[in-house]
């Protein structure tokens, strides 16, 4: 069975939010918005950007940096995310941090970035405090300091936010800043993962299999393997493949096991050629076990099986 995934400090991927506002007009263009109108967002928002309006020139420069109702244009989104975050928005200024952390069509500045994550982390945006603690994690723009990133994770982490919560866990589990707490990493694990994030499922699962922090129990981890396999993570479904071939926490059943084997090879990234070969390899070892009409049955399921992917709410 493999190992807890290492070095995943996730961030935010690169991931863009809106803002909301108290402001009817703004609002308006808000719920344009939320329904996909944006040529009515950008007539309410604009005139209000114009005007010096920080809300709206923030999530102007977001339609400009997605392209939504605009043609994309990054250095523009750029304009309006700097006059926005000149003025304190701290969405605005979590989102020119995340240019200056990602690059693309401008050049990688990370003491740039973690200048504008500091503005934003300052004001208590979760996003921006995880972020600022990936940059002192990997040592970006800032000397690499496990205590100060501990930090940031958690702040980040008492409000909730699971990207940072997730983190914390894997700070814990690796013993970066801290001495290693199974318990601890557990804990933090567990509150991710109560929230839907995969990743933290899959290690939640792994933990629980191997016996590290808690009593070894089979049947929960493929609990917590079922959990993450459902929103499509392709190594809790190679690893749900390979628990079924084995019967190990639920009665062996290669029907099964070929069914997530075959699952994890569609899921995996075209990154990740390894990964998708290996469930291959394994489904294919498995329907050697099978009759035709059972391998018929294993591919019939996942037509019929809906994983729930999650989705993304503006903040």
Not at 56 to 69: E, I, K, P, V
Not at 103 to 128: C, L, N
Not at 177 to 190: E, K, P, S, T
């Amino acid at each position: 069975m493999r190992l807890l995934i290492p070095g995943i400090v996730a961030g935010l991927l690169c991931l863009n939010f809106a803002v909301s506002a108290a402001a009817a007009p703004f609002d308006d263009g808000l719920a344009a918005y939320d329904r996909g109108d944006y040529a009515t967002a950008l007539r309410v928002w604009r005139p209000l950007a114009e005007l010096g309006d920080a809300a709206a020139q923030s999530n102007l420069g977001l339609m400009y940096d997605h392209g939504q109702g605009v043609p994309q244009d990054h250095a523009r989104a750029m304009q309006w995310y700097r006059m926005a975050a000149d003025q304190g928005d701290a969405s605005a200024q979590f989102n020119l941090g995340l240019q200056y952390d990602c690059g693309g069509d401008m050049p990688q500045d990370y003491a740039e970035a973690v200048k504008w994550y500091r503005e934003a982390a300052s004001q208590g945006y979760p996003s921006a405090q995880a972020n600022l603690g990936v940059m002192y994690h990997d040592g970006r723009g800032v000397p690499q300091d496990y205590a100060v990133a501990m930090q940031w994770y958690r702040k980040a982490a008492g409000q909730g936010f699971a990207l940072a919560q997730f983190d914390l866990a894997l700070m814990y589990y690796n013993s970066q800043g801290v001495i290693q707490d199974y318990g601890a990493a557990m804990q933090w694990y567990r509150k991710a993962a109560d929230q839907g994030y995969a990743l933290a499922q899959f290690n939640l699962a792994l933990m629980y299999y191997n016996g590290q922090g808690v009593p070894q129990d089979y049947p929960e981890a493929v609990n917590w393997w079922r959990k993450a396999a459902g929103l499509g993570f392709a190594h809790a479904q190679f690893d749900l493949g390979v628990i079924f071939a084995r019967g190990r926490g639920v009665p062996q059943d290669y029907v099964q096991a070929y069914m997530w084997f075959n699952l994890a090879a569609a899921s995996s990234p075209v990154s990740d050629a390894e990964e998708r070969s290996k469930a291959i390899r394994n489904r294919d070892l498995v329907a050697a076990q099978l009759s035709p009409e059972q391998i018929a049955d294993a591919q019939r399921i996942p037509r019929e099986w809906n994983p729930h992917k999650p989705k993304r709410s503006l903040q």
